[in-house]
Nanobody, 115 residues
């Protein structure tokens, strides 16, 4: 029953920054373990960052030290601050539950890193 809507993507030069937002529905947001995922055509979808209901974060090695995931339980929103972006970060970014049964995938938000 939960739904997520991603926003904030765009075109940025290598070394630049973007902040993605993931707005969630439902009164149970506080209990959700949420992840940011990304996918490029021809590649598998991969988890890049996650945040627990208590605010504990984890990151893929490829983004560690550059990306920061956070959540605002008042606004029902999860954020992904992306710094020092690289061309290999180019992908469609999605958010979803970190659970056996996930919400339906939205359209995501496109991030393109190019000079």
């Amino acid at each position: 029953q939960v739904q997520f809507v991603e926003s904030g993507g765009g075109l940025v030069q290598p070394g630049g920054s973007l902040r993605l937002s993931c707005a969630a529905s439902g009164s149970a947001f506080r209990a959700y373990y949420v992840g940011w995922y990304r996918q490029t055509p021809g590649k598998e979808r991969e988890l890049v960052a996650a945040v627990t209901s208590g605010g504990i974060t984890s990151y893929a090695d490829s983004v560690k030290g550059r990306f920061t995931i956070s959540r605002d339980n008042v606004k029902n929103t999860v954020y992904l601050q992306m710094n020092k972006l690289k061309p290999e970060d180019t992908a469609v970014y999605y958010c979803n539950l970190r659970a056996a049964i996930q919400a339906s995938w939205g359209q995501g938000t496109q991030v393109t890193v190019s000079s």
